[in-house]
């Protein structure tokens, strides 16, 4: 049974909505399917009336914003370091909500989404190596869209 | 935080000194009247004690207050509160009211006069989140796991622009907030007991859909609330005055789904649910009570990773069906003749199941390792070379939702005859569901059941009215039976957890404590037509089992017993049918064999009513000599 972590409490701060999560940006989560709680582990959440909901309460405590990265892309990694898996899954595809965030942060306007899916679809391979984390797969990222002419300008 | 307190306190002596507008009878009547209103007891979270009928709030931190005596007086803190919220020319961020932005707000309503003052983080804040509406998230129970029955609840902050990512909205939890050093017989003691303090946080709603969508594969329910602007912009001022504060949690009344509606309640005089919830607040029911007031509009439905698998791979044939399962065993087949032959379409659709797959395998297998983790980089950068998009038609979504099955609680009255005796049966079950009620809205083959009580009043003898007599005949403590159906893709296990009191059927058979644990498989025996639709014939299950139970009338006091449990179910929305046999020699304590066969029939009448007809008998050998017993019965269920 996962246990619960105080965290991403409301923190009050200038500048970001909650305080970051102490592990910063893209400090490499890898895409490996993460597991899920066995049958066993559930019998007692049942006895707690919906304590298998709370359990995970903090455990990822990413926030939008993300202190350690700067400029336009602020933020990008965080989001990209805490949708690993689902990412990989859509850049393969070249379609998918969590692909079609990526972009909103990026911000990304509507008339270059088919170019940015595409361009992340035919550089999967740069992004999601077998040593891929998050902070690979930013760069791959980055990469790709520097190639692209419809995509340079999000860089800044 | 004292120091804060402290400040407030000092302006409010200077504020006493002050010829202010607050000491006039006619403002010590008006906060007399405001104080005794319930929006400002919804704000602060005044309840009135159960017992001794005084008001407490239920916010258990010191600076969720100006008053000393603010958490069991709402007329001293309102007091307290209006002088300090009067004040000008305050420092940016120093003031009350960036402290409590939701009561100010609400107050000034009755002190048109008061100045906002500035309050940068707030507003900063609040851009940050961008709340223009609310939607309350109810994850739905998933297969396998009967305790997520329960479920748990959330509130999405959307933004403006309906075509922003929802993934990238906020969302509102309420929660334990565990010490994470307890272990979990502590954390479960300590959760129902109410050690710990409950946190409202925020998480981007991303966190939780990979939480309830991938690793739970549990499906979500979205309902958008139809709140003005008004209220939903005091819903988050009021969140953030719960910042850096403790709520009681208490898992049956205080959770998280109580805690959301009185989060609702101080946001609009419009506004007034939590209430209904004074005992136990089911996330369920918060829902229907919300869709009750009207406060709900669209409901979208996201499926979970399971559905998706199970409905993509219904569109597969059996050879791709057959390839996507090899794949995963041995990657090197995209390079095979086999798979190359398909056509870019076809490829896609078997890599992308195939991934599914080896997700599902991780996920909910445990088999996540190097190699598995190398075999999914390879498949979707297989699936990356192929162009081709949307290769599966869309999710289709359940015809009932969760919030639309029946009704929590079941009262039950049936007549029946055993052992040739007549007996009236009147049972009252707190929740939730088992196999046999009306299916709609529940997963097939859940079920847990808690405090469900059967008292039976027999008849010994028909022609005298003097035999009556009345006993207990069954108290379910708690009572969890999973039956996931296996199929070619995923492969649950179910299994069945149950204790509490029962009798057998023989004559004169005593109460006995029990405690049943069991594991085993189960199949869907539905058969899919050549037009694409599918016949439902029911599941059937095996179970191994063991057995204790401890009483009296057994030698030793208990017995220990083990064997199999078989069974058949059929959970039609109509037609509700079961049919399940065991046998259980003893292993240890009185020794004696066990042997039933259930029979079951139900029917719904209506969405809370189902008449039910059920037949049983049973046999315990012991020494080789056999005594039996058996019993018939016709009920009605109705859920409250």
């Known amino acids: 049974m996962k246990k619960i972590i105080a965290g991403a409490i409301l923190a009050a701060s200038s500048t970001m909505a909650f305080a970051a999560s102490p592990a910063g ?60 898996d689902q990412l990989a899954m859509d850049v393969s595809k070249g379609q998918g909500e969590t692909l079609d965030a990526l972009a909103q942060i990026i911000g990304v306007q509507q008339s270059d989404t088919s170019a940015f899916n595409a361009a992340m679809q035919a550089n999967f391979d740069s992004m999601f190596s077998a040593e891929a984390t998050s902070a690979t797969a930013y760069e791959g990222m980055q990469e790709a869209m520097q190639t692209s002419v419809e995509l340079q300008k999000y860089l800044g | 935080m004292f120091f804060l307190k402290k400040s407030y306190a000092a302006c409010f002596i200077i504020s006493l000194l002050t010829p202010f507008q607050s000491y006039s009878a006619e403002s010590s009547q008006t906060i007399q009247k405001i104080s005794a209103m319930q929006q400002w007891q919804h704000l602060l979270h005044y309840r009135s004690h159960s017992i001794l009928g005084y008001m407490e709030s239920e916010n258990d931190s010191d600076n969720f207050f100006i008053s000393e005596m603010g958490k069991v007086d709402p007329h001293s803190e309102l007091l307290a509160e209006v002088p300090l919220f009067a004040m000008q020319n305050q420092l940016d961020n120093e003031s009350l009211q960036c402290r409590f932005p939701a009561r100010y707000h609400w107050l000034k309503q009755f002190y048109p006069d008061w100045v906002d003052q500035p309050c940068s983080e707030l507003s900063a804040w609040k851009d940050e989140i961008d709340a223009h509406k609310l939607t309350l998230i109810f994850p739905a129970s998933y297969l396998n796991s009967p305790s997520s029955m329960y479920g748990h609840s959330l509130i999405r902050l959307d933004k403006e622009d309906e075509s922003k990512s929802k993934l990238l909205s906020y969302s509102v939890n309420f929660a334990a907030n565990a010490d994470p050093t307890d272990n979990e017989l502590v954390f479960s003691y300590k959760g129902l007991a109410g050690g710990y303090p409950g946190v409202v946080s925020i998480l981007p709603y991303y966190a939780k859909v990979n939480e309830y969508s991938h690793l739970e594969h549990r499906d979500v329910w979205e309902y958008q609330l139809n709140l003005t602007e008004q209220e939903v912009d005091q819903f988050v001022n009021h969140i953030w005055e719960t910042k850096e504060t403790e709520f009681d949690y208490f898992f049956f009344d205080e959770n998280c789904s109580y805690r959301l509606l009185a989060l609702l309640d101080a946001s609009s005089e419009r506004i007034n649910v939590a209430d209904d919830f004074s005992l136990k607040a089911m996330p369920i029911d918060t829902i229907r009570s919300l869709i009750d007031s009207d406060k709900v509009g669209e409901v979208e439905y996201r499926p979970s990773s399971g559905v998706m698998l199970n409905q993509q791979q219904e569109q597969l044939s059996d050879e791709q069906k057959i390839l996507a399962v090899n794949i995963v065993e041995n990657v090197d087949l995209i390079n095979d003749e086999e798979f190359l032959s ?50 599966f038609q869309p999710i289709v979504e359940p015809e009932v939702r969760d919030d639309q099955g029946h009704l929590t609680h079941r009262a039950t009255v049936a007549l029946g005859q055993q052992n040739g005796d007549g007996f009236i049966d009147l049972g009252m079950r707190i929740a939730y569901h088992e196999l046999m009620d009306l299916p709609d809205g529940f997963i097939r083959g859940g079920q847990i059941e808690m405090g469900a009580l059967t008292l039976r009043g027999i008849n010994k003898d028909s022609t005298s009215r003097d035999d009556f007599s009345l006993q ?104 509700q049918m079961k049919a399940h046999g065991s046998w259980l020699p003893s292993v240890l304590g009185d020794d004696f064999d066990y042997q039933d066969i259930v029979l079951s029939l139900g029917s719904k009448l209506d969405r809370n009513l189902q008449i039910r007809v059920e037949a049983s008998q049973q046999w315990l050998t012991k020494s080789g000599r056999a005594s039996d017993g058996d019993s018939v019965s016709l009920g009605l269920n109705w859920y409250f």
């Open chain 1, 25 to 84: 940006c893209g400090l490499g989560t890898a895409v490996v399917f993460k597991d899920a709680n066995e049958w066993h582990e559930h019998v007692l959440a049942a006895t707690t009336n919906g304590t298998s909901g709370n359990q995970t309460f903090g455990m990822t405590s990413g926030t939008l914003g993300c202190e350690a990265a700067n400029g336009p892309l602020a933020g990008v990694q965080t989001f990209m370091d805490n949708n690993m």
């Open chain 2, 342 to 391: 398909l056509t870019s379409f076809e490829q896609a659709q078997v890599l992308e199941i195939s991934i599914s797959y080896l997700r599902y395998l991780v996920v909910k297998k445990k088999q996540r390792s190097p190699e598995n983790r190398k075999k999914s980089l390879a498949l979707l950068s297989a699936r990356s070379k192929i162009s081709v998009q949307d290769v």
């Open chain 2, 472 to 575: 207990l005949q069954r108290f379910k403590v708690i009572n969890i039976l999973s039956l996931g159906a296996r199929d070619y893709f995923q492969q649950p296990i179910s299994w069945r957890v149950s204790t509490g009191f029962d009798r057998f059927i023989l004559e004169g058979s005593d109460l006995f404590a029990h405690l049943d644990v069991g594991g085993g498989y189960s199949y869907d025996l539905s058969i899919k037509n050549k037009d694409k639709t599918s016949s439902d014939y029911g599941q059937i299950y095996g179970l191994l089992e063991t057995r204790l139970k401890a009483s009296g009338q057994f030698e030793d006091d208990y017995q220990l017993s083990a064997g199999a449990q078989i069974g058949w179910l059929y959970q039609g929305s109509q037609w």
